[in-house]
């Protein structure tokens, strides 16, 4: 008897063991603040995309490179304002289209229209020196900028100049 609570304490150590193993190889929570929330609930149609959306390899990718943080929203401060401003990598209910979108200033602007296109992410890049693939030019961006990133393929980079967007192909 006293053999058999042995084993099934060891079994069930074992099983808590696994389970915050497993649960430790997710991204965080795609839980939206606010300001994000109250688009979402104006733009029925659409929600966040979340590290369930992406394939094995992408979510293995995911997890190496921005474990920590949500696949399908980065909270980013694209200019010298107080207020946050969020990147959104929104999928249709369906899951077939996907469109990236930025909450700034109380106001969404798409970046990217809706596409065929699924699995793409978006993180924030600090302020820095990065380069135009396309012109071999030195750009000085003063705030966060947005990656819009479809792994193994193509990333483009969005940043504010004087409140209007621009963006430069940063990758393929």
């Given at each position: 008897m006293q053999t058999e609570v042995h084993e099934i304490a060891r079994r069930l150590g074992l099983i808590v063991f696994f389970a915050v193993a497993c649960s430790s190889a997710h991204a965080a929570p795609c839980t939206p603040p606010a300001p994000v929330a109250a688009y979402l609930?104006?733009?029925?149609?659409?929600?966040?995309?979340?590290?369930?959306?992406?394939?094995?390899?992408?979510?293995?990718?995911?997890?190496?490179?921005?474990?920590?943080?949500?696949?399908?929203?980065?909270?980013?401060?694209?200019?010298?304002?107080?207020?946050?401003?969020?990147?959104?990598?929104?999928?249709?209910?369906?899951?077939?289209?996907?469109?990236?979108?930025?909450?700034?200033?109380?106001?969404?602007?798409?970046?990217?229209?809706?596409?065929?296109?699924t699995g793409v992410v978006v993180w924030r890049t600090p302020p820095g020196q990065y380069e135009d693939p396309a012109t071999g030019k030195k750009i000085a961006i003063a705030h966060d900028s947005i990656m819009y990133e479809l792994f193994e393929s193509a990333t483009e980079q969005f940043y504010l100049v004087n409140g209007n967007v621009r963006r430069i192909e940063a990758g393929d």
């Open positions: 609930k104006a733009h029925p149609g659409w929600r966040i995309l979340t590290l369930a959306d992406l394939n094995h390899d992408q979510q293995t990718q995911w997890n190496d490179a921005r474990k920590a943080f949500c696949p399908g929203m980065a909270e980013v401060a694209v200019d010298a304002g107080a207020e946050k401003s969020w990147a959104l990598a929104l999928l249709d209910t369906n899951g077939s289209q996907e469109q990236l979108v930025l909450l700034h200033g109380g106001k969404p602007v798409t970046l990217e229209p809706p596409s065929q296109s």
